[in-house]
């Protein structure tokens, strides 16, 4: 390809983002960030350190690196049509990582750039056309991904669009500098990568495999589906030619699986490219929104394209027989959990309708299971006597009909919990999580898989929070403290209990499946 014009370096300003280096007898301050607050004279600088005290500070301009913008350039699909063609019978097996290392690299080496900024600079020439433009979509992805097969799946989501011609996607190893350093400090994440993605406004998560997707086990997608909750971007799915095909396929099977599944991404397990990324992103995440809640705006984000996915599935059947579907009863569930509560009630209903003309008994567990999503359902929508009255009788059957090691059992006895709760009856509901843990504790004694680790989980923060709301901190510790002893060889990074006020309403069917992994 042609050879690339060098890029020039820009000096410090006011409001720019730095890393501190060698400040004098500040040797802790090494890689903390910074924003420029001043320009006091050509050699010296005052600064406000990242963190919640904010510390101001002047040092002298040689112990700052300023930190990279977040790249407003794009790529459209001819740049990656043309980059392909560049180097056919050379891209066949190799990772998105290795094409960034063994081709984008080397030939963006003389510049010293990003090679999006290189062919931008060939654009103003006049010797290239139409390669680059302003990034309108974010594209979300892992390098682990073989890139010919990130390539079809862009190509495919692009096409969908109207106006493809006009698409430019941010794909970080064509937009971003390869040659700098790839550690960033939080205040870079929390405000240059967070922002530009809003900027955008559109994000797109390349979902592969789409029965176990990568991006959800790594940090930096996390990070980046996070940051979309966030800015409130729209984001899209993209899906490559034979994951597409297999979908269609192989969707209703796995339906429940992938609901399942979303229980256990955590960025806690997350794995990133580079250690300290995933170090940062962690505590970054911890010290804005917290862990927990972290975990529930990105499984919120991917239910809700499992949602659309499933009702465009259920309306391609006849109405008589969508009831029968696999992908009935866990789509209801997860609108359940998405808080689309009226919906969720008239799927319940339904199925509930359908299973006393298959003759299923009242004590059936797909009945009891049925009957505690749409308590839940009715509790949702404010309805908490009515809720509270077939919980109840729900949790009657259950006693009476199912041994105590059922699943169902613990599900309405916590569904109960949750909604006595609601109603401000604490005493009550207190009894009644602890009742929920203590079968939790039966059925799972050594919490050894994840999907156990995870509902057990959410079972002590149940109670911890009501014992919080009655004024027993003490007790509610106590809960937590249980729980960590008996999961003690449990890996240290995933035994953070989450943070006050999170009560969890058990979807009934929503326990981890294990395409994720089944263990830790």
């Given at each position: 390809?042609t050879?690339?014009?060098?890029?020039?370096d820009?000096?410090v300003?006011?409001?720019d983002?730095?890393?501190l280096?060698?400040v004098?007898r500040?040797?802790?301050?090494?890689g903390?960030?910074a924003?420029?607050?001043?320009?006091v004279?050509?050699?010296?600088?005052?600064l406000?350190?990242e963190?919640?005290a904010?510390?101001r500070?002047?040092?002298?301009a040689?112990?700052?690196?300023?930190?990279?913008?977040?790249?407003?350039?794009g790529i459209?699909?001819?740049?990656?049509?043309?980059?392909?063609?560049?180097?056919?019978?050379?891209?066949r097996r190799?990772?998105?990582?290795e094409?960034c290392?063994y081709?984008?690299k080397?030939?963006?080496?003389?510049?010293?750039?990003?090679l999006?900024?290189?062919l931008q600079?060939?654009?103003e020439?006049?010797m290239?056309?139409g390669?680059t433009?302003?990034a309108?979509?974010?594209?979300?992805?892992?390098?682990?991904?073989?890139?010919?097969d990130?390539?079809d799946a862009?190509?495919?989501?692009?096409?969908s669009?109207p106006?493809p011609?006009n698409?430019?996607?941010w794909?970080d190893?064509?937009?971003?500098?390869?040659?700098?350093?790839?550690?960033r400090p939080k205040?870079?994440?929390?405000e240059?990568y967070?922002?530009?993605?809003?900027?955008?406004?559109?994000?797109?998560?390349?979902?592969s495999?789409?029965?176990?997707?990568i991006?959800l086990?790594?940090s930096w997608?996390?990070?980046?589906?996070a940051?979309v909750?966030?800015?409130?971007?729209r984001?899209?799915?993209?899906?490559?030619?034979a994951?597409?095909?297999?979908?269609e396929?192989g969707?209703?099977?796995?339906?429940k699986?992938?609901v399942?599944?979303l229980?256990?991404?955590?960025i806690?397990r997350?794995l990133?490219h580079?250690?300290?990324?995933k170090?940062?992103i962690?505590?970054?995440?911890?010290s804005?929104?917290?862990?927990n809640?972290?975990?529930?705006?990105v499984?919120?984000l991917?239910?809700?394209w499992?949602v659309?996915?499933g009702?465009?599935?259920?309306a391609k059947?006849?109405?008589?027989e969508?009831?029968k579907s696999?992908i009935f009863a866990?789509?209801s569930e997860?609108?359940?959990?998405?808080g689309?509560y009226?919906?969720?009630?008239?799927?319940?209903?339904h199925?509930?309708k359908?299973?006393t003309q298959w003759g299923?008994?009242n004590a059936n567990?797909?009945?009891?299971?049925?009957?505690?999503?749409?308590?839940?359902a009715l509790k949702g929508?404010?309805?908490?006597?009515e809720?509270?009255?077939?919980?109840?009788e729900t949790?009657?059957?259950?006693?009476a009909?199912?041994?105590?090691?059922?699943?169902?059992?613990q599900?309405s006895?916590?569904?109960?919990?949750?909604?006595?709760?609601?109603?401000?009856?604490l005493?009550?509901a207190e009894?009644?999580?602890?009742?929920?843990?203590?079968?939790s504790?039966?059925?799972?004694a050594?919490?050894?898989?994840?999907?156990?680790?995870?509902s057990t989980?959410a079972?002590?923060?149940n109670?911890?929070?009501v014992l919080r709301?009655?004024?027993k901190?003490?007790a509610a510790?106590k809960?937590?403290q249980?729980?960590?002893?008996i999961r003690?060889h449990?890996d240290?990074q995933l035994?953070?209990?989450?943070g006050?006020?999170?009560?969890?309403?058990?979807?009934t069917?929503v326990?981890?499946?294990?395409?994720l992994?089944?263990?830790?």
């Amino acid at each position: 390809m042609t050879s690339l014009p060098p890029l020039q370096d820009a000096s410090v300003s006011e409001g720019d983002l730095v890393r501190l280096s060698g400040v004098p007898r500040r040797a802790e301050l090494d890689g903390t960030g910074a924003r420029v607050l001043a320009i006091v004279t050509p050699d010296e600088l005052e600064l406000e350190l990242e963190g919640d005290a904010r510390e101001r500070l002047q040092v002298h301009a040689s112990c700052v690196a300023k930190l990279a913008p977040f790249p407003e350039t794009g790529i459209s699909l001819a740049c990656l049509r043309e980059f392909c063609a560049a180097y056919e019978g050379k891209l066949r097996r190799k990772t998105t990582d290795e094409v960034c290392r063994y081709f984008i690299k080397p030939i963006t080496a003389p510049s010293q750039s990003s090679l999006a900024e290189a062919l931008q600079r060939l654009e103003e020439s006049g010797m290239h056309n139409g390669l680059t433009g302003k990034a309108n979509v974010f594209i979300s992805h892992t390098l682990k991904y073989e890139f010919l097969d990130l390539v079809d799946a862009l190509e495919a989501y692009i096409l969908s669009l109207p106006a493809p011609e006009n698409v430019y996607v941010w794909l970080d190893v064509f937009v971003v500098n390869q040659h700098q350093s790839a550690v960033r400090p939080k205040i870079w994440w929390t405000e240059t990568y967070q922002r530009g993605i809003g900027n955008i406004g559109k994000a797109c998560l390349v979902l592969s495999p789409w029965n176990a997707p990568i991006p959800l086990t790594r940090s930096w997608c996390l990070w980046e589906l996070a940051s979309v909750a966030q800015t409130g971007a729209r984001l899209d799915f993209a899906l490559g030619t034979a994951d597409a095909a297999s979908l269609e396929k192989g969707l209703p099977k796995k339906f429940k699986a992938l609901v399942s599944d979303l229980a256990l991404v955590d960025i806690r397990r997350a794995l990133a490219h580079h250690h300290p990324d995933k170090k940062i992103i962690r505590e970054v995440a911890e010290s804005t929104i917290g862990l927990n809640e972290f975990n529930a705006q990105v499984i919120g984000l991917v239910r809700e394209w499992l949602v659309h996915v499933g009702r465009e599935m259920l309306a391609k059947l006849p109405y008589e027989e969508r009831a029968k579907s696999p992908i009935f009863a866990p789509l209801s569930e997860i609108l359940n959990l998405q808080g689309h509560y009226l919906e969720a009630e008239a799927m319940h209903r339904h199925y509930l309708k359908m299973l006393t003309q298959w003759g299923t008994s009242n004590a059936n567990v797909k009945t009891l299971k049925t009957l505690n999503n749409l308590a839940l359902a009715l509790k949702g929508q404010g309805k908490l006597e009515e809720a509270e009255e077939m919980q109840r009788e729900t949790l009657y059957t259950s006693r009476a009909c199912l041994r105590p090691h059922e699943q169902v059992l613990q599900e309405s006895t916590t569904n109960l919990g949750i909604i006595i709760q609601a109603r401000g009856r604490l005493g009550e509901a207190e009894a009644l999580h602890r009742k929920a843990l203590e079968l939790s504790y039966s059925r799972n004694a050594d919490l050894s898989e994840a999907k156990h680790y995870y509902s057990t989980l959410a079972l002590v923060e149940n109670l911890a929070s009501v014992l919080r709301m009655l004024g027993k901190t003490d007790a509610a510790e106590k809960v937590h403290q249980d729980f960590l002893k008996i999961r003690r060889h449990r890996d240290a990074q995933l035994l953070v209990a989450p943070g006050p006020g999170a009560v969890t309403e058990h979807s009934t069917s929503v326990g981890p499946s294990g395409l994720l992994g089944k263990g830790f």
